[in-house]
């Protein structure tokens, strides 16, 4: 299977070319176009009850696999968020990622959404933290360009600015707490990291989008109690 | 008339150079900057023969437009009375903008919420895309365009062109515009259970010779991201 | 101190490296990352300011739509960097300012140098049709200031009578002379190209003197988003 990534960073998008029998797992909502002899077929991620925990956080259920039937197809994909799209190898090592920034993988990657430390990275219900591993390759997304970080020693993010990270790294996600959490887009959670290993991050972050847009949204009616 | 287009491709503008007597027609908030001598007109957006009856068929054009393809209803058309004026366009939406050079013959069909500004002798006629459209989750509606002259598109996301040979199979939300000899239909990706739950729903087929320009973004993802997030 | 931009021009940061000691006022909600021994203190005013005068500096600055502190990050014992990113995607532009004013559209100015004075500003709209009055920030002194746009950056020399829709002002040097009008007015108050012309305001720039423009703008983008998301409950 071959893959280009066009229009980065701005608007990047991945374009697979695959054979038959060739097999790509991607976010449900992520295909801009394709040839005719891919076939699809949709699951709910992690099972029924990963699933309906999902539905709660209003995150979308379904994790979508295309596989080819013939020969000579192609597979464009695009991520929801305006930004860049970045190919990762795996080879037997495990990589954290933000779970708004996942966007494909092939099948010999696992991606683990309920292990202990996927939620406190983030405030609110919205994201959180996915544990792939294996064999195979994976695509991630940002919000924004994505800015790579070699850390050696220790280094403090803002963790709505996450993307994804190796899991050769240690991490302590603090509450800034008080005025100064004004300072942070995340609310005040910043994320220390230390040791030495690859961090992504992206140069944008949804916290500020969304307070932005707060004052553009309609206000539901109210209801009073008589 | 010049048209530069600048900060390709994520946030496109045009920076439109005129000539004594050109003009150029823009759908309503487009305008980021301009020499303050040219002349600016607000009209409907439609057209219409003269007179009352003339100027009602532009106002009930306007408003179908509105109404059916979420244009907006009013278009300003800036005209130049020296050389070297200059208007600068750009969309609200963040993303690409491509100017496409109209002549006869050529007609390019464009998504409705694509279409920025062209030259006053382009003809832009609002198309009924089928029934089958208003299950497309994009708009029933398109923009022919043809005649003579400059057309501005643009996009969200950046815009890629394709050329179909064949046949080519694209998510309603991403297309920004296609040209010639192609017959298209909606069609279900999968099976039921895929349409219904895979977030692409029904996708358009096209079959025949032609280009089609996409987008690389589309507005409901960015809406699906978005939702988890939002506070109460 | 100097600020580097990077990943211009479509979602650009500034890193900002200091050397020990020295220190970077910016925009709250800013920071990306930084290295662990950055101190930051929060306050309202600047140095050298008392209480009162810090108070009315705050103030000030959340009339125009900043944060009331002044946050400012500290290279505390040693050299380091800070990076900041702005709310929306865009570019970032780094000005060197030693004589002369620069005026900055207040949501556009992301971080700046201990040694540039900024102060918060009406632009003189005309309040009698509403809508977004033009609000600034006043920046003097010596120093580095950087400023974001939402869009691309596009700087123009200005030589004569230029007219900007308000909303794609990032920042203009002092030199100019503007005024804050209603589009379709030159040749006269155009009724109907104000209301439904869409552009609501417009400022015509006169004189020279240099313009940035931004290519996209907040409130045309804002309403098409809002009008796609569910209604908030307050």
């Known amino acids: ?115 202990a430390g996927a939620r406190g990275f983030f405030g609110g219900e919205g994201l959180f933290m996915l544990r792939c591993s294996g064999e195979g390759d994976l695509w991630i997304s940002s919000y924004g360009a994505i800015h790579t970080v070699d850390v050696q020693g220790s280094y403090i993010v803002d963790t709505g600015h996450i993307v994804a990270f190796q899991d050769s790294l240690t991490y302590n996600v603090k509450s800034v707490g008080g005025l100064k959490s004004l300072l942070f887009s995340s609310e005040g959670l910043v994320c220390e990291f230390s040791g030495s290993g690859r961090l992504w991050l992206q140069t944008r972050g949804s916290m500020p989008l969304v307070t932005f847009l707060h004052p553009f949204r309609s206000v539901q009616p109210q209801k009073h109690a008589e | 008339m010049k048209i ?11 920076v439109v150079t005129m000539n004594d007597g050109d003009s150029l027609v823009a759908e309503s908030g487009a305008m980021v900057a301009m020499s303050s001598e040219l002349d600016v007109r607000t009209g409907f957006n439609g057209t219409g023969k003269g007179g009352f009856l003339g100027w009602l068929q532009a106002a009930v054009t306007a408003l179908l437009r509105r109404v059916l393809a979420g244009e907006s209803m009013f278009v300003n058309t800036f005209s130049a009375s020296a050389d070297g004026q200059q208007v600068m366009l750009a969309p609200e939406m963040v993303g690409d903008v491509e100017k496409v050079r109209l002549d006869k013959d050529r007609v390019i069909t464009v998504q409705a919420t694509s279409y920025l500004a062209s030259g006053k002798q382009v003809v832009v006629d609002l198309v009924w895309g089928g029934f089958q459209m208003l299950f497309s989750g994009e708009g029933a509606f398109f923009l022919k365009c043809s005649g003579k002259g400059p057309l501005l598109i643009n996009a969200y996301g950046a815009i890629e062109k394709v050329e179909v040979e064949g046949a080519y199979v694209v998510d309603t939300g991403h297309l920004v515009a296609f040209e010639g000899d192609l017959t298209w239909r909606l069609k279900k990706v999968g099976g039921w259970k895929s349409t219904l739950l895979s977030g692409e729903g029904l996708v358009m087929e096209f079959k025949g010779d032609g280009t089609l320009w996409l987008q690389t973004r589309n507005l409901k993802s960015l809406v699906s991201w978005l939702i988890p997030q939002l506070p109460k | 101190m100097h600020i580097e931009v990077q990943h211009a021009p479509a979602y650009a940061i500034a890193i900002a490296h200091l050397d020990a000691g020295e220190s970077v006022v910016a925009e709250g909600g800013a920071m990306v990352s930084m290295d662990s021994h950055m101190k930051l203190s929060t306050s309202a005013g600047g140095e050298g300011d008392g209480v009162l005068g810090g108070l009315m500096k705050g103030l000030k600055r959340m009339v125009a739509g900043e944060s009331f502190f002044q946050n400012r990050f500290v290279a505390e014992g040693a050299a380091g960097h800070i990076t900041f ?19 900055i559209q207040s949501s556009s100015f992301l971080c700046s140098g201990t040694g540039i004075e900024l102060d918060a500003r009406w632009g003189g709209a005309r309040s009698f049709f509403g809508g977004e009055g033009l609000i600034m920030l006043k920046a003097t002194g010596t120093g580095p200031v950087a400023f974001n746009s939402f869009g691309g950056i596009k700087e123009i020399p200005v030589v004569g009578d230029f007219v900007v829709d308000t909303g794609h002002i990032v920042a203009f040097e002092d030199s100019l002379e503007f005024n804050i009008d209603s589009f379709g007015s030159s040749g006269g108050f155009n009724l109907k190209s104000f209301f439904l012309g869409g552009e609501g305001l417009v400022c015509h720039f006169k004189g020279s003197g240099r313009l940035w423009i931004q290519t996209r703008n907040t409130q045309g983008f804002g309403t098409l988003l809002g009008r796609q998301l569910p209604p908030r409950q307050s």
């Open chain 1, 1 to 115: 299977m071959q893959h280009e990534i066009k229009a980065k960073p701005d608007f990047a998008c991945l374009t697979l070319s695959m054979d038959r029998g060739d097999q790509v797992v991607c976010e449900s909502g992520a295909m801009v176009g394709m040839t005719t002899g891919l076939e699809l077929e949709t699951n709910m991620k992690g099972g029924l009850k990963g699933a309906l925990k999902r539905a709660l956080g209003g995150e979308s259920l379904f994790m979508n696999t295309y596989t080819a039937s013939e020969n000579g197809q192609r597979l464009d994909l695009a991520p929801a968020t305006p930004g860049d799209v970045e190919h990762l190898l795996l080879r037997g090592n495990t990589v954290l990622v933000q779970s708004g920034s996942y966007m494909a993988s092939s099948t010999g990657v696992e991606v683990d959404a309920k292990w």
């Open chain 2, 4 to 14: 530069d287009i600048e900060s390709r491709p994520s946030y496109g503008m045009a």
């Open chain 3, 85 to 103: 990113a702005p709310t929306l995607q865009g570019d970032i532009a780094v000005h060197e300012l030693s004589q002369g004013t620069l005026i």
